[in-house]
T-cell receptor, first 113, second 112 residues
Framework: DTGVSQNPRHKITKRGQNVTFRCDPI?????LYWYRQTLGQGPEFLTYFQNEAQLEKSRLLSDRFSAERPKGSFSTLEIQRTEQGDSAMYLC???????????FGNGTRLTVT | AQSVTQPDIHITVSEGASLELRCNYSYGATPYLFWYVQSPGQGLQLLLKYFSGDTLVQGIKGFEAEFKRSQSSFNLRKPSVHWSDAAEYFCAVGANNNDMRFGAGTRLTVKP
């Protein structure tokens, strides 16, 4: 068990650019979650996958955001035409048995200048 | 709608002193309740969880929490705080993981 891995750890981009983050969950976990955490707030749910199927998306996930998990293993979160308001920590978590506690990665911190 | 309130944004305690972090929730039924800890540059780590049964829950690192249905609370406690406990603590509530809501967090500072 190597834990949940997220890359990159920190991304600085200019407004209007596209960015993509990667999450590698714990290998035997079939559920994968994305959260966003802004300064002074707790994590907010964005979306989750069971295997390769994206089962739910939060209203926080605008059309500029897209997430994929093509083979039911790693996942990517892409933000197109970034805005300064997208600056946040993006957290990935995976889940083993249904409703077992989540295992979080260390996050990707996005700064949009 | 479900919600989680952590009334204390920042708490400072002396090393060796006792600690209680407050968490109140609003939910339509008895939810699953969690406490997570986040150290700087680290991901969230689960301290303890309550699903059902005994309302006093023991967690890792000497933490415990008590579910009080009548008060809609799930306060986190530790009898003697260590300097390494300095971190951000999040209470979370939900019927399942995709339904989970986190509080805004309480930052704990430990004085020597």
């Amino acid at each position: 068990d190597t834990g949940v891995s997220q890359n990159p750890r920190h991304k600085i981009t200019k407004r209007g650019q596209n960015v993509t983050f990667r999450c590698d969950p714990i290998s035997e976990h079939n559920r994968l979650y994305w959260y966003r955490q802004t300064l002074g707030q707790g994590p907010e749910f964005l979306t989750y996958f069971q295997n390769e199927a994206q089962l739910e998306k939060s209203r926080l996930l605008s059309d500029r955001f897209s997430a994929e998990r093509p083979k039911g293993s790693f996942s990517t979160l892409e933000i197109q035409r970034t805005e300064q308001g997208d600056s946040a920590m993006y957290l990935c978590a995976s889940e083993g048995a249904r409703n077992s506690p989540l295992h979080f990665g260390n996050g990707t911190r996005l700064t949009v200048t | 709608a479900q919600s989680v309130t952590q009334p204390d944004i920042h708490i400072t305690v002396s090393e060796g002193a006792s600690l209680e972090l407050r968490c109140n929730y609003s939910y339509g039924a008895t939810p699953y309740l969690f406490w997570y800890v986040q150290s700087p540059g680290q991901g969230l780590q689960l301290l303890l969880k309550y699903f059902s049964g005994d309302t006093l829950v023991q967690g890792i690192k000497g933490f415990e929490a008590e579910f009080k249905r009548s008060q809609s609370s799930f306060n986190l406690r530790k009898p003697s705080v260590h300097w390494s406990d300095a971190a951000e603590y999040f209470c979370a509530v939900g019927a399942n993981n995709n339904d989970m809501r986190f509080g805004a967090g309480t930052r704990l500072t430990v004085k020597p």
